[in-house]
T-cell receptor, first 115, second 116 residues
């Protein structure tokens, strides 16, 4: 069965510091992987995705993630945090060969950015 | 381009009252549709998904039901609300990619439901 684990429910960084949000997955077949961001009282917004091809994917707002098959990881990074990055971040994996195109979400990581 | 609408944005309902939340998608045909719930401080729980008109699958037993009367319309309902139905309800759509997996899901703005 596929699953997603996000390490750390809360991460706090200083403005200008590196952002690293961790995501590990389990899947018997190469998965599709996604990162979403959610601001308070809003829906989820797609940050970036990996389906096939280049393992380093770039997304919106300066975020990027690298698919590492050997480590079953898809960590999200941003070189320099901005106050506007404070939000909840969700990693997700697509269920493959399953009707309905369902996503399996991690529990989320709340990112705080200190001035 | 595609857009997804949800209404109402907020709703306060007494215990035992009915519920109807609506979601519509524009700019795409035959999407997969999904209803999620976020309880306070918790992650996303998939409630229902639909791969076509009148084709609804329930993920968890609960006090809610879903219907899809038109291709791009998805409705979440309840006959009698419980306190535990409070939460943030999100609708999403996707199209299937290769290998039967979803390339990604796109989310609506959500409905905040408070049951009193």
């Amino acid at each position: 069965a596929q699953s997603v684990t996000q390490l750390g429910s809360h991460v706090s960084v200083s403005e200008g510091a590196l952002v690293l949000l961790r995501c590990n997955y389990s899947s018997s077949v190469p998965p599709y992987l996604f990162w979403y961001v959610q601001y308070p009282n809003q829906g989820l917004q797609l940050l970036l995705k990996y389906t096939t091809g280049a393992t380093l994917v770039k997304g919106i707002n300066g975020f990027e993630a690298e698919f590492k098959k050997s480590e079953t990881s898809f960590h999200l990074t941003k070189p320099s945090a901005h106050m506007s990055d404070a939000a909840e971040y969700f990693c997700a994996v697509s269920k493959i060969y399953n009707q309905g195109g369902k996503l399996i979400f991690g529990q989320g990581t709340e990112l705080s950015v200190k001035p | 381009s595609q857009t997804i609408h949800q209404w109402p944005a907020t709703l306060v309902q007494p215990v035992g009252s009915p519920l109807s939340l609506e979601c519509t998608v524009e700019g795409t045909s035959n999407p997969n549709l999904y209803w999620y719930r976020q309880a306070a401080g918790r992650g996303l729980q998939l409630l229902f998904y639909s791969i076509g008109i009148d084709q609804i699958s329930s993920e968890v037993p609960q006090n809610l039901s879903a219907s899809r009367p038109q291709d791009r319309q998805f409705i979440l309902s309840s006959k009698k609300l419980l306190l535990s139905d409070s939460g943030f309800y999100l609708c999403a759509w996707s199209v299937l990619g290769g290998r039967g997996g979803s390339y990604e899901q796109y989310f609506g703005p959500g409905t905040r439901l408070t049951v009193t």
